[in-house]
């Protein structure tokens, strides 16, 4: 059972998309896998309670991975869409590109603060596109 | 097939499991998913043969991402449950929350030197909670 | 359905291998997992078409880990193996040990411009292992 999302985002930062997803799951016990079909992008499983994770994440990233232009980065060669490029790149190095989620009776086994996130890394306004994958458990 | 395991936690540090998914595993082939049920500890693969292994990247992990009352970290705004709160969120989303292992006759694909482990980012003692997932693989 | 790659390395870097699972996968729906079975090396899906974004990736990794030697990572413990030992450990720990992809009709649902690859991070030559699983979707 397989689906695609399409996510538009709009610079960067964190688009949740949790309810999404529960409404697409099936009422079965099985294992979820999400996958962003990208290399600019990530996807994370992060706090959704207080909105200030979400931007302190951001704002953590962006000073650990500057953009090119900065004097810490100048040793970057691949810079054919601008400064937040490669950045971007290695952002989506050291975030999920996919991840795996038991179900229960249709329910993702999540914490309770835990959400499904999108994270945008590019500037410019992008359409993303998330494969979606549930296998059920055999019935035995 | 799934359960969920508790893991007391007390302060930063690496705690593995490895031995108790083995014995939790039936005698078949298939596919073994770990998912950690919170947003400020993570679950990892590393090197479980010598203790300065866990010591370092402890000691790394406390470099890369410190205390919200260093310098470094002014930025921070999410600062509920103290300094220990936006580091451990930080952390979490660098490491991962979910491991996936191929299995065969009961036994993880584990290589030499690889055990499984929860870390804890949190300063205060913690009962944290791993959802286990076993997928059988299909008998053709 | 399972399998082992055998994959060697000479150095820090990244070596796709995208078109050989594309070659084991069988023509049918399912879930894929690799899973590296190693602490010092990763796999990670990035940008295939720009070789610059793996050079520039391998700089990045090179700074944010520096060797053991480097004024910044004098509190290491673990040099059994010289000034790339741990370093290795830590990008290993920041990077997939495992990697899962939605799979239609034998085909891996990645996205354009996304590559399967190894990272390297020893020195020293080595042959690495990398187990494949195919999970088929059951047909109903």
Do not use: Y
Not at 113 to 134: I, K
């Amino acid at each position: 059972m397989q689906t695609e999302f399409s996510i538009d985002t709009n610079g960067p930062g964190l688009i949740e998309f949790t309810a999404r997803i529960a409404d697409w799951l099936p009422p079965r016990d099985g294992l979820l896998t999400v996958f962003v079909r990208h290399t600019s992008c990530s996807l994370l499983i992060q706090e959704n309670a207080d909105p200030d994770v979400q931007s302190d994440l951001l704002g953590w990233l962006v000073r650990l991975v500057p953009p090119a232009d900065s004097a810490s980065m100048r040793f970057i060669t691949h810079r054919a869409e601008g400064v937040d490029d490669m950045p971007a790149h290695i952002k989506a190095a050291h975030l999920p590109v996919s991840l795996q989620i038991p179900v229960q009776d249709g329910r993702m086994r999540l914490g309770t603060w835990q959400g499904v996130f999108l994270f945008e890394h590019r500037e410019a306004p992008h359409t993303r596109h998330v494969a979606l994958h549930f296998a059920p458990d055999p019935v035995e």
